[in-house]
């Protein structure tokens, strides 16, 4: 029987699949949500690619994402430029922000930078979102492609996503132009090539 549900899980689509784990996601509660935000924070932050970068490109945690803030918050600590992405139309750019109160709702409320400097997307680690992964890093984002669409046009940021255990399955659909994160971090799990 087990096989047999794993087999018809594989034929999940992209939709029926990002519907099942944000429902999933919606059942962690305030405090496993904080919980789990702080062990990523701590894994992300101890991360050999976060102490060597120079610049950090996040995202703000939206509706139930894992936490970015206290990510944001140390890098600022530690004296790295804070870019965080705005969507323009069809595209996502990075704008640099030094606080919290430069953001305002944006693109599906979700907090953007209003204006500052724009990103170069030359040197920077990307800490990206996303609903599903698998362990192999296979990545279902939102569905609109933005992360997407701004990797593949500049294929030497190194990459990271954050999400929580229930958003890591045995496997995701992939398709040719999904963009596989280099380095993916649960609240108990950090998973990439060699490791």
């Given at each position: 029987?087990?096989?047999?549900?794993?087999?018809?899980?594989?034929?999940?689509?992209?939709?029926?699949i990002?519907?099942?784990?944000?429902?999933?996601?919606?059942?962690?509660?305030?405090?496993?949500?904080q919980?789990?935000?702080?062990?990523i924070?701590?894994?992300?932050?101890?991360?050999?690619?976060?102490?060597?970068?120079?610049?950090?490109?996040?995202?703000?945690?939206?509706?139930?994402?894992?936490?970015?803030?206290?990510?944001?918050?140390?890098?600022?600590?530690?004296?790295?430029d804070?870019?965080?992405?705005?969507?323009?139309?069809?595209?996502?750019?990075f704008?640099?922000?030094?606080?919290?109160?430069?953001?305002?709702?944006?693109?599906m409320?979700i907090?953007?930078?209003?204006?500052?400097?724009?990103?170069?997307?030359?040197?920077?680690?990307?800490?990206?979102?996303?609903?599903?992964?698998?362990?192999?890093?296979?990545?279902?984002?939102?569905g609109?492609?933005?992360?997407?669409?701004?990797?593949?046009?500049?294929?030497?940021?190194?990459?990271?996503?954050?999400?929580?255990?229930?958003?890591?399955?045995?496997?995701?659909?992939?398709?040719?132009?999904?963009i596989?994160?280099?380095?993916?971090?649960?609240?108990?799990?950090?998973?990439?090539?060699?490791?």
């Amino acid at each position: 029987m087990e096989a047999l549900q794993i087999w018809v899980r594989s034929l999940e689509s992209k939709k029926d699949i990002r519907h099942r784990v944000l429902e999933a996601r919606k059942e962690i509660g305030p405090l496993k949500w904080q919980k789990a935000t702080e062990g990523i924070t701590a894994a992300v932050t101890s991360h050999m690619r976060f102490r060597e970068a120079t610049d950090i490109y996040c995202y703000v945690d939206h509706q139930g994402e894992a936490g970015t803030r206290l990510i944001i918050e140390e890098a600022w600590r530690l004296g790295k430029d804070v870019w965080v992405p705005r969507v323009l139309g069809r595209r996502m750019e990075f704008f640099h922000i030094e606080n919290f109160s430069q953001l305002h709702p944006g693109t599906m409320g979700i907090l953007e930078p209003e204006e500052g400097a724009l990103a170069d997307g030359a040197d920077a680690l990307v800490i990206m979102p996303g609903v599903a992964f698998d362990r192999d890093r296979r990545r279902i984002g939102y569905g609109g492609g933005y992360y997407d669409r701004y990797l593949a046009a500049h294929p030497c940021l190194p990459t990271m996503a954050v999400a929580f255990d229930c958003q890591v399955l045995d496997e995701v659909p992939y398709d040719e132009y999904d963009i596989r994160p280099q380095i993916l971090v649960t609240e108990t799990s950090v998973y990439e090539d060699g490791k």
